[in-house]
């Protein structure tokens, strides 16, 4: 008979950390990479010139679409048969940062449609110029208003990590595959995993949202 | 070395995985969508205690990786209440779960994306809370709730990949299963990246369409 035991378990906690870390390390490089991408990719589809404007339309498009376990099956398997090798990490992390860009530019390009045309016209108005008016008064007035869609998208690439776990990077995940199939406590392992990754979910909304806070009394 | 076939000669392979990816997924939006119907309302209306219950519900579901809701419905389950669930239930199961955390929170949206004044004046012909939310509120709740929901269903669809890893022969594991056969990774994964791709694109551009009519229609 089946009896719940935490306890069955416990010589495979000490390699939660590890395998923590491991997760906040892919979620970490993939979203600072995601989003550092698809900043160009939100521009260029705004712009007025048609072949960026399509270009960038076509690989949100075609990231949004893909899932991203196979994803990671054409960049692990696929492009190594093409003669790429990539190491079952760095896989994982361009699978997360090629998707992560697609809905990270698609939040940016949001945010910056909410800003008026006149804070354009009255940075000019100041003398300001070029890159000057878009670093000191368009973007930071976008990064005030991406914070809650962005909050949600961090918690998206945090949980979309746990892919890396088929290829056996050791994150989180995989420690849940490898201690289930050891022990046989395959419930036990799922609640812990489960019950760490949903703390994790809740650090990352609890820090979004006091950042949101404030930035909010900042602006007035 | 192996010899290389033709990933083309296996199409029936690739069309028998993707009618059970159609299948599950439509089924695990059915059954989310009448489960995260319940827990949407329930957080909507209900009375403090079962309104916190539910918003922990969404907020468990929603942060679970996809990977461990089929690992725990499929080995966790079998293991922990000696049911013998087979991968496409197991699969169902998980499913459901994420999709109905999903579709919780766009049916809360959705009712309280509704005026306030269409409460009082349901209430002010007489109609009491079940009658005002059937005849007035739901039907405007409905227009705006079918589009994200065809977004949920796209994500369902996606993450219904997942259940390639409890042995469930749809579309992904359709994919390595040639893939072990004929070896040509790259052409097999990109196949599949094409024909995920043309689904959800077409469903989603559907669901863009659709939005725009609703729009006008109101």
Redesign the interface.
């Known amino acids: 008979m089946?009896q719940?035991s935490l306890y069955a378990i416990c010589q495979y906690f000490g390699l939660l950390p590890a395998a923590i870390g491991v997760t906040l390390e892919l979620s970490a490089i993939a979203l600072v990479a995601s989003t550092a991408l698809a900043l160009p990719i939100a521009k260029a589809r705004m712009s007025g010139w048609r072949i960026a404007a399509l270009t960038a339309r076509a690989y949100v498009?075609?990231f949004?679409?893909?899932?991203?376990?196979?994803?990671l099956?054409?960049y692990y398997?696929?492009?190594?048969?093409?003669g790429l090798h990539l190491s079952n990490f760095w896989a994982a992390v361009l699978a997360l940062i090629t998707n992560a860009a697609a809905y990270a530019s698609e939040i940016i390009r949001a945010g910056y449609s909410t800003i008026p045309l006149g804070q354009r016209e009255a940075a000019r108005s100041l003398g300001l110029r070029g890159w000057h008016v878009e670093a000191f008064v368009v973007l930071p007035q976008v990064v005030r208003v991406i914070i809650p869609p962005f909050a949600n998208h961090c918690?998206g690439v945090l949980?979309?990590?746990?892919?890396a776990?088929?290829i056996g990077v050791g994150d989180l995940?995989d420690w849940?595959?490898a201690t289930?199939s050891e022990s046989?406590?395959?419930?036990e392992s799922?609640?812990v995993?489960?019950l760490i990754?949903?703390a994790?979910?809740?650090a990352v909304a609890v820090m979004m949202a006091a950042l949101d806070r404030r930035n909010r009394t900042a602006a007035g | 070395m192996f010899t290389r076939g033709n990933v083309w000669e296996y199409w029936p392979v690739f069309l028998h995985g993707l009618v059970l990816t159609v299948e599950l997924s439509l089924i695990a939006l059915a059954a989310g969508f009448v489960l995260g119907m319940a827990v949407g309302l329930a957080r909507t209306y209900g009375p403090g205690p079962v309104r916190l219950l539910c918003t922990g519900f969404t907020?468990?579901f929603?942060?679970?990786?996809?990977?461990?809701l089929f690992?725990?419905a499929f080995?966790?389950?079998?293991?922990?209440?000696?049911l013998a669930l087979s991968p496409f239930q197991a699969s169902v199961i998980a499913m459901t779960l994420e999709a109905s955390a999903f579709i919780s929170e766009v049916v809360r949206a959705a009712f309280r994306s509704v005026d306030r004044g269409q409460w009082n004046a349901a209430q002010a012909l007489g109609l009491r809370f079940w009658a005002a939310l059937w005849t007035v509120i739901g039907p405007q709740a409905i227009r705006v709730l079918i589009p994200p929901t065809i977004g949920v269903y796209?994500a369902v669809l996606?993450?219904s990949?997942?259940a390639?890893?409890v042995g469930l022969v749809e579309l992904?594991r359709a994919?390595?299963l040639v893939?072990e056969t004929v070896g040509?990774?790259?052409t097999?994964?990109?196949l599949?990246?094409g024909i995920?791709?043309a689904i959800?694109?077409a469903i989603?551009s559907g669901a863009l369409a659709l939005e725009a009519r609703f729009r006008f229609a109101h």
């Open positions: 089946y719940f498009e075609l949004r679409n893909i899932p991203l376990l196979v994803l099956y054409v398997f696929g492009l190594a048969e093409a918690i949980i979309g990590s746990s892919i776990a088929v995940s849940m595959l289930g046989f406590r395959y419930m799922f609640l995993a489960a990754y949903v994790l979910c809740q | 907020e468990t929603r942060s679970i990786p996809p990977l461990l690992f725990g080995y966790g389950l079998t293991y922990a209440t000696g796209v996606k993450d990949s997942f390639s890893i992904t994919g390595l893939r040509d990774s790259l097999v994964f990109l599949l990246s995920y791709f959800n694109f989603s």
